[in-house]
């Protein structure tokens, strides 16, 4: 089946080790998305890349980086994971990224920063 | 500034009533509204959509209503099932945006058998 798979689902990592989120999609979509959400909060982009089109959030900070090497993976940076940003996080595809188009979603990783 | 607000964090309904969730939006901007569904340890999975232009959208047991002057949408579901539990995300986009989605915080629908 086509899906979008996140890896790993859980990743432990301590305050200020650079941590790197996997994604990678089999529906050969255009667009990849990065969410987090944390805990009793919505869903928030941090950013997502068209093609390879990087589209960064005007709100999302320095201390996140995203990297898309081919159409099928992009990853998740997080140069020096503090407390706050232990979350979980979600990637998402779409196929052109047209308003209302549906956005898959894999299953999330769930941070933590010790 | 939450341009998307889902005011119930959770609902409990009997099994075969209808399961009513809420959502209002502030940005009159947005041309699309989305729902999705989440179960636990899964990623969210679309449920149904509705256009700006339309006021309802009908897919088997789930209905979606907007009313664009009260900026305010809502998700039925007739009847509601044990296997609907779940929660529920509302959340809009608008043209031009990538379709970027912008979420409300959900609400965490339990269906009683």
């Known amino acids: 089946d086509a899906m979008v798979i996140q890896n790993p689902r859980y990743q432990v990592t301590q305050f200020g080790k650079p941590v790197t989120l996997s994604c990678s999609q089999t529906l050969n979509h255009n667009v990849m998305y990065w969410y987090q959400q944390k805990s009793s909060q919505a869903p928030k982009l941090l950013f997502h890349y068209y093609d390879k089109d990087f589209n960064n959030e005007a709100d999302t900070p320095d201390n996140f980086q995203s990297r898309r090497p081919n159409t099928s993976f992009c990853f998740l940076d997080i140069r020096s994971p503090g407390l706050g940003d232990a979350a979980m996080y979600l990637c998402?595809?779409?196929?052109?990224?047209?308003?209302?188009?549906?956005?898959?979603f894999g299953p999330g990783t769930r941070l933590l920063v010790l | 500034d939450q341009q998307v607000k889902q005011n119930s964090p959770s609902l409990s309904v009997q099994e075969g009533r209808i399961s009513i969730l809420n959502c209002d939006y502030t940005n009159s901007m947005f041309d699309y509204f989305l729902w999705y569904k989440k179960y636990p340890a899964e990623g969210p999975t679309f449920l149904i959509s509705i256009s700006s232009i339309k006021d309802k959208n009908e897919d088997g047991r789930f209905t979606v209503f907007l009313n664009k002057s009260a900026k305010h949408l809502s998700l039925h579901i007739v009847p509601s099932q044990p296997g609907d539990s779940a929660v529920y995300f509302c959340?809009?986009?608008?043209?031009?945006?990538?379709?970027?989605?912008?979420f409300g915080t959900g609400t965490l629908l339990a269906v009683q058998p």
């Open positions: 998402a595809t779409s196929l052109q990224g047209i308003g209302g188009e549906t956005q898959y």
């Open positions: 959340a809009a986009t608008y043209n031009g945006a990538t379709n970027k989605l912008i």
